[in-house]
């Protein structure tokens, strides 16, 4: 059940503004960055190798158009895109990044981890990232957290028993801290039901999905997004799972979810 948000809006918090109006580069870098946070991505790709031109813009251009890229590799599954992302953060010089673009040229590496297929190294790139001060994701950390989880997701898929549990459980924990932390955090609120799920704790993914399903108010969107995952979530494996192990009718317990959604829905 992987949900794999996309991080788009994570270029937004750097900020690079347009000193001079004669500075072309800087209008380029400022414009590639809009474009990609436009969701424009062969834009922001082609406003940034104009950036690139002027070795003092090379970096930051070459790191917005490799997430660029790596996020049009995840509408196109073009193997092209996924290896020019590859070659222009491998082509960068990161000591000439500001800190914030650090953290994204992070996430950069995870990303192209994760589409390489080596997801156990995504999962620690990511892990890095949401090791540092909550401040400084902002509203990146939620997305970065995601990744997180679908990636070490990944790994458990082919890891023994033993492994998967402990893998799960990791999950399950972090999200915990994270809902502690920032109870409106719509990814933990959908991972630690996954997580529970995964672990084979079926009552814990229900009553998980319970207690996400009354606080998804929190969100900005209040809750829209993170009911129609979880609805997917508990309808397609929860509900089914739960019934071959209590031996219940399925129909039950689709109608004791439906009724505990009526009561909360707003």
Known sequence: MVRLAVLFAFLAGVGVQVAAADDRTTADVARARQLYNMRD??????????????????????LIAARALLERFRESASPDDLTSARERLRSLSPERLADRE???YVVGLGETLYFEDAP??????FES??????????????RVLDW???????QARSRPEVERQALYRGVRTRMREELATRPASTTAAYWVVAAARGQGD???????????WARATLAPDHGAELRGDLDRLVMRAV????????????????QEWAAFKERWNR
């Open 148 to 154: 997180w989880a679908s990636a070490v997701e990944s």
């Open 239 to 254: 509900i089914p799972e739960r019934a071959r192990t209590t031996n219940q009718a399925p129909e039950t317990l689709l």
């Open 41 to 62: 991505f062969a834009g922001a790709v082609t406003a940034a190798e104009a950036a690139s031109k002027a070795p003092e813009r090379a970096d930051s251009a070459n």
């Open 102 to 104: 650090r953290l994204e």
């Open 129 to 142: 990232v949401l090791d540092t001060p909550p401040a400084s994701l902002v509203d990146g950390r939620d």
């Open 120 to 125: 156990g190294a995504a999962a620690q790139v």
């Open 202 to 212: 079926l009552q814990g993914a229900w009553d998980a999905a319970c207690a996400a």
